[in-house]
Nanobody, 124 residues
Framework: HVQLVESGGGAVQAGGTLELSCTASGYNFKTNSVGWFRQVPGKEREGVAYIAARFTTSYADSVKGRFTIARDNAKNTVSLQMNTLKPEDTGMYYC???????????????????WGQGTQVTVS
């Protein structure tokens, strides 16, 4: 049974920082790729950051230079460090994993096989 669990969300003021973490059970992040998405009510889920099995990363233009995705294979976790947060970063953040080491179209929800339940980030 695969389970992805996000943690680290919360409420911060603009300019603040948060670090999200995604921990997997029943699934090995090491040989697969992982993405972070966010969603606000009434809008589609948006791809925020992505890390391939070989540690290459991709980011949405809106977060480049502020967010950093990283993986710790020993702990089977993927983190998202978010700096200089803006009100428009508010949303539910989801971790997602795909059964491929890399690949294009990382922003497509359908490309992922497993999803976490999400963690709320609120920036005011």
């Amino acid at each position: 049974h695969v389970q992805l669990v996000e943690s680290g969300g919360g409420a911060v003021q603009a300019g603040g920082t948060l670090e999200l973490s995604c921990t997997a059970s029943g699934y090995n992040f090491k040989t697969n790729s992982v993405g972070w998405f966010r969603q606000v009510p009434g809008k589609e889920r948006e791809g925020v950051a992505y890390i391939a099995a070989r540690f290459t990363t991709s980011y949405a233009d809106s977060v480049k230079g502020r967010f950093t995705i990283a993986r710790d294979n020993a702990k089977n976790t993927v983190s998202l460090q978010m700096n200089t947060l803006k009100p428009e970063d508010t949303g539910m953040y989801y971790c997602a994993a795909r059964n491929y080491p890399s690949g294009s179209a990382w922003t497509r929800e359908a490309a992922y096989d497993y999803w976490g339940q999400g963690t709320q980030v609120t920036v005011s």
